[in-house]
T-cell receptor, first 118, second 113 residues
Framework: EAGVAQSPRYKIIEKRQSVAFWCNPISGHATLYWYQQILGQGPKLLIQFQNNGVVDDSQLPKDRFSAERLKGVDSTLKIQPAKLEDSAVYLC????????????????FGAGSRLTVL | DAKTTQPNSMESNEEEPVHLPCNHSTISGTDYIHWYRQLPSQGPEYVIHGLTSNVNNRMASLAIAEDRKSSTLILHRATLRDAAVYYCILRDVNRHAGNMLTFGGGTRLMVKP
């Protein structure tokens, strides 16, 4: 099966500019996640969608970050305005597990979008 | 979710077995143990998971202590392509607020030829 697609792979912007990242999850996966990974650290969850609804956005800096998944498939993550500390890899992942379901939850990740803010 | 503790880094020789430890002393009875790894310049990839019994798959084996307070990921013959950061993660299957995985710092495995 096709994996999780992300674009762009690399983006360099200056602080206070805006940027958007796109993610196409595995077909049929209801749950989509955006993670932020700062160099040398593990990924940190920003937002989780189930279909087109937000399940958890408690760690999303809502003053500058926004995300949407309008038709329950593709998703975009936007940063406006960007700060130096937003330099990171933005990872999208998807899974077939629905909210509240029991059992193991296997996530499939994309390759990520590397953002450098100058 | 309960916290895990892993060594920051480990070294191994190529074609030798590797045992990657993970401590999770506050694990609850409904926590699944997941292992993911992240190769350079890639997103994390699923390796294996288990609840109580030891598990084997194509990639690795997972040995879970009887009291479940620790586990070990076993790579039977390390190759240079196994050089990655390995993450041990707990997920409570009864958690209803969401089902995301919370990553720690992981163990960086270096494989020497």
């Amino acid at each position: 099966e096709a994996g999780v697609a992300q674009s762009p792979r690399y983006k360099i912007i200056e602080k206070r500019q805006s940027v958007a990242f796109w993610c196409n999850p595995i077909s049929g996966h209801a749950t989509l996640y955006w993670y932020q990974q700062i160099l040398g650290q593990g990924p940190k969850l920003l937002i989780q969608f189930q279909n087109n609804g937000v399940v958890d956005d408690s760690q999303l800096p809502k003053d500058r970050f926004s995300a949407e998944r309008l038709k329950g498939v593709d998703s975009t993550l936007k940063i406006q305005p960007a700060k130096l500390e937003d330099s990171a890899v933005y990872l999208c992942a998807s899974s077939s597990m629905a909210r509240g379901a029991t059992g193991a939850n296997v996530l499939t990740f994309g390759a990520g979008s590397r953002l450098t803010v100058l | 979710d309960a916290k895990t503790t892993q060594p920051n880094s480990m070294e191994s020789n190529e074609e030798e077995p590797v045992h990657l430890p993970c401590n999770h002393s506050t694990i609850s009875g409904t926590d699944y143990i997941h292992w993911y790894r992240q190769l350079p310049s890639q997103g994390p990839e699923y390796v294996i998971h288990g609840l109580t019994s030891n598990v084997n798959n194509r990639m690795a084996s997972l040995a879970i202590a009887e009291d479940r307070k620790s586990s070990t990921l076993i790579l039977h013959r390390a190759t240079l392509r196994d050089a990655a950061v390995y993450y041990c993660i707990l997920r409570d299957v009864n958690r209803h607020a969401g089902n995301m995985l919370t990553f720690g710092g992981g163990t960086r495995l270096m494989v020497k030829p």
